[in-house]
């Protein structure tokens, strides 16, 4: 029987991070190890970014399995970062040369910004010459050059400012949002005590990612970016906005200043000024908050570990599979997929929209930042400069309701809902307590000031109900429509609204009333919905999931102890796939999967053997509903009967708390996003006097609606999720960096 070489056998890569410091770099480290590890590679850390290569000796060390244990959960970078003046200069490039090759190293992979990447380009480029210097100086044998002749690299993106065209969302950028956001929800609260403005500055030199997101996701008054200069006289033309504002009922008002923002001139716009010109206009009480490097800190959000994860195993498949013929590439995120970019094209395309801001064509440098980039400007723009906050007595009159399980950011996309709405000239309904309400006339209209403070409260305060009404409860809802005169209808919510909208579309022909147009928004922690790859909600449940799993691991760090983590999802096991690859944790029991006594006894034996070897921790996650009779209470007493006091054993039912709290950033921007875009759905049937229904969601980073006729067909009635699932491709991912591949 012949055994497969592995495919990093006998290869060395060594891996670096350059530049400022970002969130998820040590998840993306801990991956690049174990995966190469996992792969029959050797990797060497490369200390304080290319200065460590430069200087070698103890700055490039060799990393095994467990030197990347414990750091999934930490800021900043175990291996330290540096910009390196050295290393810009040619003599500081061979001496980096020659010290990768005293350790056979000629892969490379390198987490940093455009300048750190540029940087890897001009290195690879000049490979080959530097070996024939250091050949020719004695340096370095003429074998080893030729055993060495290319450089072959990865590059991940590690910025905050989520500023390299190509891509999504780079490292870091996600959790720097939340930073931001976090502090904002704070300065509401006390702004509003004194009716008071805040002027909170961001980071973002030439990229108003950061500045613009946080704005939409805080609820605030005004932004100010770098890529778009505000016109002369935007002093009056914000504190219109503030004043506006005020008058439609908020007690707090909020600026987001970009660090980078300047006027059409080129004058810097600071803080302090903007300050100054609110104090001078509206002549009331203004403070500064300047966040600064708060929001490079801390542990990282749940996106920055699982996204860092994927980044780094795949980056390991890149350079080990690489060729000399073919550019290195930036690797990144686009759709909730790994993207690759070759380096030179990413960052030319990065360092022109300085160039294009400074010529004035501001339009081309919002493009780009790309078309959701764009999206966001305008959406901001209408929720902070709405064309009208009282609707019409001739418009169209919109219902807003939710069914199917709570979810985090329901309450914040009614919210966005309704203000859309009203500015969109409609007047927007709100229907309590779900499809018995609408059957019952529970509906009533919401104006501008209704929804003030939905968008940072969890909950939500229509209320939400699982029931889906039956046949003969149609007669009863026809009638609710004809009498309230609601002309379409807005559904955000999980599987039981969508299967209750999809009744109504069905029955239109006996029914006529409830042949309306009808438009199914995603709100799901279980991420279980037809049409969409991520819902409402999703985000901030396994956010919790995984400030859970810190905090448990945390407490048994000090006994050697093994848990089991059982989470929601129902019968799909998106929260616990993702949530073991942003906790860390062994392994995974899926209903995807199944469990079987085989593998279960497989997994008895190696861990035994584990903790025997000296292993401290063990952590095992359950999706609640992966087997009926290998239930989470049966796996921690399986567990504690064959570990033969090797350790002990306690288990974890996360249950509701995965439902509750204050939306995170991505659940806020995904609800505007989405309702709006379901609003041009609804506007668009309603002037051309039709009533198809949709259903609508993100797909590979793009607002999708589909037609409500293909919805059954797309979705596993018996276990209510969709047919195909695009994150049960990082079960490989997972096993990779978790120690079944050890």
């Given at each position: 029987m012949t055994i497969d070489t592995p495919p990093g056998t006998g290869k060395r890569i060594g891996i670096l991070t350059?530049?400022?410091?970002?969130?998820?770099?040590?998840?993306?480290?801990?991956?690049?190890?174990?995966?190469?590890?996992?792969?029959?590679?050797?990797?060497?850390?490369?200390?304080?970014?290319?200065?460590?290569?430069?200087?070698?000796?103890?700055?490039?060390?060799?990393?095994?399995?467990?030197?990347?244990?414990?750091?999934?959960?930490?800021?900043?970078?175990?291996i330290g970062t540096f910009r390196s003046k050295d290393f810009r200069e040619r003599d500081g490039r061979r001496r980096a040369a020659r010290n990768l090759l005293e350790h056979e190293i000629d892969r490379l992979i390198v987490i940093g910004g455009d300048g750190s990447l540029s940087g890897l380009d001009q290195f690879r480029a000049e490979w080959p010459d530097l070996l024939d210097e250091l050949v020719a100086s004695g340096d370095l044998s003429r074998e080893v050059a030729d055993a060495h002749p290319c450089l072959l690299f990865a590059g991940l993106v590690g910025s905050i400012d989520n500023d390299l065209v190509g891509t999504d969302m780079t490292i870091g950028a996600d959790t720097a949002l939340h930073r931001i956001v976090d502090a904002i929800d704070d300065l509401a609260s006390t702004a509003a005590s004194h009716q008071r403005s805040f002027v909170v500055e961001v980071m973002g030199r030439h990229c108003g990612y950061l500045a613009l997101m946080s704005a939409i996701a805080g609820g605030c008054d005004y932004v100010l970016l770098p890529e778009q200069p505000p016109a002369p006289g935007w002093e009056e033309h914000m504190c219109a906005a503030l004043r506006r504002g005020r008058a439609a009922g908020r007690r707090d008002s909020l600026v987001v200043v970009a660090e980078g923002a300047c006027d059409r001139d080129g004058n810097p716009i600071t803080s302090a000024y903007v300050r100054q010109v609110i104090e001078d206009q509206l002549h009331e009480d203004a403070r500064v908050t300047i966040l600064g490097h708060v929001q490079r800190g801390g542990a990282p959000s749940a996106y920055d570990r699982w996204a860092s994860t994927w980044l780094g195993y795949e980056a390991v498949l890149e350079v080990l599979g690489a060729t000399a013929d073919v550019p290195g590439p930036v690797l990144g995120f686009r759709g909730n997929?790994?993207?690759?970019v070759p380096l030179v094209e990413a960052v030319a395309a990065t360092r022109k929209v300085p160039e294009l801001i400074a010529s004035g064509d501001y339009d081309a440098a919002m493009a780009q930042r790309g078309g959701s980039f764009v999206e966001a400007y305008g959406i901001l723009q209408e929720l902070v400069e709405p064309s009208r906050i009282d609707a019409p007595e001739t418009s169209r009159r919109i219902?807003?309701?939710?069914?199917?399980?709570?979810?985090?950011?329901?309450?914040?996309?009614?919210?966005?809902?309704?203000?859309?709405?009203?500015?969109?000239?409609?007047?927007?309904?709100?229907?309590?307590?779900?499809?018995?309400?609408?059957?019952?006339?529970?509906?009533?209209?919401?104006?501008?000031?209704?929804?003030?403070?939905?968008?940072?409260?969890?909950?939500a305060?229509?209320?939400?109900?699982?029931?889906?009404?039956?046949?003969?409860?149609?007669?009863?809802?026809?009638?609710?429509?004809?009498?309230?005169?609601?002309?379409?209808?807005?559904?955000?919510?999980?599987?039981?609204?969508?299967?209750?909208?999809?009744?109504?579309?069905?029955?239109?022909?006996?029914?006529?009333?409830?042949?309306?147009?009808?438009?199914?928004?995603?709100?799901?922690?279980?991420?279980?919905l037809p049409g969409s790859e991520l819902a409402i909600g999703t985000d901030t449940a396994l956010n919790v999931i995984t400030e859970a799993i810190d905090r448990i691991k945390m407490s048994g760090s000090a006994a050697k102890r093994a848990f089991v983590v059982e989470t929601m999802g129902r019968y799909c096991g998106y929260l616990t796939l993702m949530g073991a690859l942003a906790g860390g944790a062994e392994r995974v029991y899926l209903h995807e999967e199944g469990i079987s006594l085989d593998a279960l006894s497989q997994d008895l034996t190696w861990l035994r053997n584990s903790f025997a070897s000296g292993r401290k921790l063990f952590l095992a996650m359950r999706n609640e509903l992966a087997n009926p009779l290998y239930t989470t209470d049966f796996l921690a007493r399986l567990l504690e009967q064959e570990g033969q006091g090797l350790y002990d054993v306690r288990q974890n039912v996360l249950g509701h708390v995965q439902q509750g709290g204050c939306p995170t950033p991505f659940d806020r921007l995904l609800a505007v996003r989405l309702v709006s875009r379901a609003l041009d759905l609804i506007s668009g049937q309603l002037g051309a006097g039709t009533s198809e229904s949709f259903y609508l969601g993100l797909v590979q980073s793009k607002v999708t609606a589909f037609p409500m006729d293909q919805m059954m067909a797309e979705m596993d009635l018996r276990y209510r999720r969709p047919k195909e699932q695009w994150w049960l491709a990082l079960r490989p991912v997972l096993k990779a960096v978790s120690d079944a591949a050890v």
């Open positions: 350059s530049g400022g410091d970002a969130q998820g770099m040590n998840a993306a480290v801990r991956a690049v190890v174990r995966t190469a590890v996992s792969l029959g590679a050797q990797v060497f850390a490369i200390y304080e970014g290319y200065q460590g290569m430069v200087d070698g000796g103890t700055g490039i060390r060799e990393l095994a399995w467990e030197d990347v244990g414990s750091i999934l959960h930490k800021g900043g970078t175990m997929r790994v993207h690759r219902a807003v309701i939710h069914a199917g399980g709570l979810a985090p950011g329901m309450n914040a996309a009614a919210r966005d809902a309704v203000r859309l709405g009203i500015s969109r000239g409609h007047t927007m309904l709100g229907i309590h307590d779900g499809f018995p309400g609408l059957r019952d006339g529970h509906v009533v209209e919401l104006v501008w000031e209704d929804v003030e403070g939905w968008l940072t409260d969890g909950g305060d229509l209320g939400v109900r699982r029931t889906v009404p039956t046949v003969e409860e149609l007669y009863r809802i026809s009638r609710t429509i004809e009498d309230n005169h609601i002309d379409a209808l807005l559904m955000i919510g999980g599987w039981n609204g969508y299967q209750a909208a999809e009744l109504l579309h069905s029955e239109r022909d006996r029914f006529p009333a409830c042949g309306l147009p009808i438009v199914c928004v995603p709100a799901s922690i279980d991420n279980n």
